[in-house]
C-alpha cells in the first residue's frame, strides 16, 4: 500500500508497506492524517516474520522511521544505513535480525 500523510494533519510524506495487515492498521489507527492513495502500488514481499530472511530471488528492503509528529520513513538495500539511521535516533520498522521491512524481486 502507499499511504500519504496530508499536510493539515502536520505531514507530507508517503508511507509504504507489503504488508496487507499493517496498511489496514494505518487507516484503523489514523483515519484523519493518513490517504490511502493505493493498495497495489508494487509488488512486494514480506520477509519471514521471525527470521527476516527474504525468499529467493528478491532482495530486502530495510525501513527506518523518525518517530516524530513530522513524521518520515526511509527506505534503503542497505542495512549498514539502516543501522546509521537507527544510531541517530531512528526506529527500525521490521521482522527479524536484521530488521526487513519487505522483499523486492531481483
Request: aromatic residues 12%; contains cysteine.
Amino acid at each position: 500500500c502507499r499511504y500519504y500523510g496530508r499536510p493539515e494533519a502536520g505531514l507530507d510524506t508517503h508511507f509504504y508497506s507489503a504488508s496487507p495487515k499493517e496498511c489496514a492498521a494505518v487507516a484503523r489507527k489514523w483515519p484523519d492524517q493518513w490517504l490511502l492513495e493505493s493498495s497495489n502500488v508494487f509488488q512486494m514481499h514480506l520477509p519471514d516474520m521471525m527470521s527476516g530472511a527474504c525468499p529467493a530471488g528478491t532482495l530486502p528492503i530495510f525501513r527506518a522511521w523518525n518517530e516524530r509528529l513530522d513524521t518520515n520513513h526511509r527506505f534503503t538495500l542497505d542495512p549498514y544505513a539502516q543501522m546509521a539511521m537507527m544510531g541517530r535516533g531512528h526506529a527500525a520498522e521490521a521482522y527479524g535480525a536484521p530488521p526487513v521491512a519487505m522483499c523486492s524481486p531481483q
